[in-house]
């Protein structure tokens, strides 16, 4: 939650009705400000979004109509206070933060926790002996499957910016979500029988395709992760959904031997034959018996099993039946959750970690509006885990909304705020693959 001064109203007070004896008054409210698609109207809200799929709840949102508004930042805003029905408005807002420099913006947004006055480290450093490992990415125009359009680059701006490997994801659930009125990214409808799975096919066909496009070289087993550098950009087959399976456990083995899938997701946007997602409400009550079996053979075959999306029960029956370490590719933390929220919890993180799996954090550019926020959102999940289950998931081309940096070649600032955010060496290596790398090993058959 974004902190009240004294002479703010408490994001509380709207949330639980309270702030109803301050109707009609002129109040201060400080949080996250983003333009709506129609004119005039913003919206404000106690954390910034994940994304653009998903939007808070009125809850923890005003409605905000103001002339000369700025958006995608934290703001201080005063105005008179209204309500129609649920909807809380604040009409003729005008900024108040003046002077609210970036120091202090840092300290008011949620999720941004910078080490006290870190001293920066020398920012030439440059990790040329690290596996370097973005945990779930779509960069080279992968998701394009209908269109079979043309590959953009990912191999040199990998070998500019020091990435050594991409777990590079096809999205087998594509064809049955689309983001809706609500702005929300929901199932429109359900997949006849074979769809996804043929779908799939050509989704592992055109990522191959892309890795022969860039020159690159194809993960399989751990000595080749441990081998891997940035001056030969390698990838991990991965999928984000385990959709394709259509309820048929031989299709992971399909799918490991054809495919050379090892990095499996087992959820997206549709609440499928696995389980539960955190975006839409609960179906199965987490974690299917088929996905416990996929979670299975997934562990036999040496597939990293992925949890993100979701929902804590799917997580928390994953820790319980998996016996190799959980990967959470692509979220960040909040101690506020609200509703659909795809970020996650202290308790849902320490749930990967205690199987020794990583979280990977995602640089959305409404939660780290840049890298030094970035580094503090990692610093903060290392906070609650520890440095050794911390990674970065860029969904890299993936995101609705705009990302904190845009290509692998601006790796390096992650790297110089990372010192700066007090992170030590080795720590840095960690985080930047080495603790992806730990778990791909520990995934991988005796």
């Known amino acids: 939650?974004?902190?009240?001064?004294?002479?703010?109203?408490?994001?509380?007070?709207?949330?639980?009705?309270?702030?109803?004896?301050?109707?009609?008054?002129?109040?201060?409210l400080r949080g996250w400000l983003a333009r709506l698609e129609f004119a005039g109207r913003h919206l404000l809200t106690m954390e910034p979004p994940c994304c653009m799929g998903c939007q808070p709840g009125m809850g923890g949102a005003v409605l905000v109509d103001g002339a000369a508004l700025p958006s995608g930042c934290v703001v201080e805003l005063e105005g008179a206070l209204g309500r129609t029905g649920s909807t809380w408005t604040l009409r003729s807002a005008r900024r108040v933060d003046a002077g609210f420099g970036r120091r202090r913006l840092l300290a008011a947004a949620p999720l941004l926790c910078l080490a006290?006055?870190?001293?920066?480290?020398?920012?030439?450093?440059v990790l040329t002996d690290a596996v370097t490992v973005d945990t779930h990415s779509h960069a080279g125009g992968l998701l394009r499957v209908?269109?079979?359009?043309?590959?953009?680059?990912?191999?040199?701006?990998?070998?500019?910016?020091?990435?050594?490997?991409?777990?590079?994801?096809?999205?087998?659930?594509?064809?049955?979500?689309?983001?809706?009125?609500?702005?929300?990214?929901?199932?429109?409808?359900?997949?006849?029988?074979?769809?996804?799975?043929?779908?799939?096919?050509?989704?592992?066909?055109?990522?191959?395709?892309?890795?022969?496009?860039?020159?690159?070289?194809?993960?399989?087993?751990?000595?080749?992760?441990?081998?891997?550098?940035?001056?030969?950009?390698?990838?991990?087959?991965?999928?984000?959904?385990?959709?394709?399976?259509?309820?048929?456990?031989?299709?992971?083995?399909?799918?490991?031997?054809?495919?050379?899938?090892?990095?499996?997701?087992?959820?997206?946007?549709?609440v499928n034959e696995l389980g539960d997602i955190q975006t839409e409400e609960p179906v199965h009550n987490g974690l299917t018996d088929f996905g416990a079996a996929v979670v299975g053979r997934c562990n036999a075959l040496g597939i990293v099993v992925d949890v993100a999306h979701g929902t804590l029960e799917l997580v928390r029956r994953a820790a319980a039946v998996t016996s190799k370490p959980l990967m959470l590719s692509h979220t960040s933390l909040t101690t506020r959750p609200r509703p659909f929220t795809r970020l996650v919890t202290p308790e849902h993180a320490r749930l990967v970690a205690g199987t020794g799996g990583v979280i990977g954090i995602w640089p959305v550019?409404?939660?780290?509006?840049?890298?030094?926020?970035?580094?503090?959102?990692?610093?903060?999940?290392?906070?609650?885990?520890?440095?050794?289950?911390?990674?970065?998931?860029?969904?890299?081309?993936?995101?609705?909304?705009?990302?904190?940096?845009?290509?692998?070649?601006?790796?390096?600032?992650?790297?110089?705020?990372?010192?700066?955010?007090?992170?030590?060496?080795?720590?840095?290596?960690?985080?930047?693959?080495?603790?992806?790398?730990?778990?791909?090993?520990a995934t991988m058959p005796a």
């Open 1 to 28: 939650m974004i902190p009240d001064g004294d002479a703010l109203l408490a994001w509380d007070a709207i949330r639980d009705g309270t702030a109803s004896a301050s109707l009609g008054r002129t109040v201060r």
């Open 116 to 125: 006290a006055a870190a001293p920066l480290t020398d920012t030439a450093v």
């Open 146 to 270: 209908r269109a079979d359009g043309p590959f953009t680059p990912v191999a040199s701006p990998m070998r500019e910016g020091g990435l050594a490997v991409a777990c590079l994801a096809v999205v087998t659930d594509a064809p049955t979500h689309r983001l809706a009125a609500d702005h929300r990214i929901h199932t429109f409808r359900e997949p006849a029988p074979g769809e996804l799975y043929n779908y799939a096919q050509r989704a592992f066909a055109r990522l191959h395709a892309l890795v022969a496009d860039q020159g690159m070289r194809v993960i399989t087993d751990a000595a080749g992760l441990h081998l891997a550098r940035a001056d030969r950009p390698c990838a991990v087959v991965a999928s984000e959904g385990a959709d394709f399976l259509e309820g048929q456990l031989d299709r992971v083995d399909e799918a490991y031997h054809r495919w050379t899938l090892r990095h499996l997701q087992l959820t997206h946007y549709r």
């Open 365 to 441: 550019r409404s939660i780290f509006p840049d890298m030094d926020a970035l580094a503090a959102g990692m610093a903060r999940m290392a906070a609650v885990v520890g440095t050794d289950h911390v990674g970065l998931g860029t969904d890299s081309m993936g995101l609705v909304g705009p990302a904190t940096f845009e290509s692998y070649a601006e790796l390096p600032g992650l790297v110089r705020a990372l010192f700066a955010a007090g992170f030590a060496s080795d720590d840095v290596r960690k985080v930047l693959g080495g603790n992806y790398a730990r778990v791909f090993a």
